[in-house]
């Protein structure tokens, strides 16, 4: 099998790792095609495409775009965009733009709850108010002493319905999969069940993203427990949905696996990168 890793971060968004460090770990680890999927932006496609031609391992460019889906917030990985197209570029300015408004208020709240000068430690981490993002807060309330780690810090006041959650509309659904498409790209559901959606609700959105013209989910990722695999194996086959793998990997110490370590995909999925020549 050709190892696929199709999601991962690097300091263009929420990573720790620079787009050329990401991909030398990525030649370490055994991957043979990594795809970088910054949050919301193209910034790292570039340095990451010249790594990996030196690396001698495939490029995959990707994106991760925020979506509001009602009060829902999902992720949607679009793979093998074009960096160049400007509907895509534009898309991701306007997305970027709400990021550090967002910032200020997650800030205030947590000020409020007796942690000031959140929003300079978040900011002195992030590197730019548009990438200011809930991973750099809590970075910052680790070293700050308030958290154990990270993890703690989204438990405790950083995850939907926690104390510093703020409430925010990203793109609309149809926005993201038509950017992705019009970048010349694939739209993917990144890691479906970490979404809290009823069954009918789960069903809809699916639904709703095929109609769009969206064509995988993520089934193996390191956003998923091991024992999710198979319920997102069996939604994918229902739904006649392709398949991706991808580690989710935003750094060390932080991420759960390295990437291209995760398990196969089941021999009865289609990958995503099946139509792709390589
Ligand atoms: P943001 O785009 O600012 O809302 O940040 C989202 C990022 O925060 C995700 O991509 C993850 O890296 C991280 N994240 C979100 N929820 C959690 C959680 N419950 N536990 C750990 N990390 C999380
Ligand atoms: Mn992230
Ligand atoms: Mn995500
Ligand atoms: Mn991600």
Redesign the pocket.
Known sequence: MDNFDLHN?STAS?GLLSPTQLIQLAARTGVDAIALTD?DTTAGLEEAQDAARAAGIAFVPGVEI?VSWGST?L?IVGLNVDRGSEVLARGLDSIRDG?FGRAQRIAAELERLGMPGTLEGALALAGSEAK????HF?RHLVRAGHVKD??AA??KY??QGKPAYVAHRWATLENAVSWIRAAGGIAVIAHPGRYDLKPMMRHEMLREFRELGGAAIEVVTGSHRPEEYATWQRVALEHGFLASRGADY?GPGESACEPGTLPALHASLTPVWSQWAH
Request: glycine letters at 0%.
């Open positions: 971060h929420d949050h925020s917030t992720h990021r200011l993002s809930r991973t809590a990270a993890q989204f438990d950083l995850a935003h």
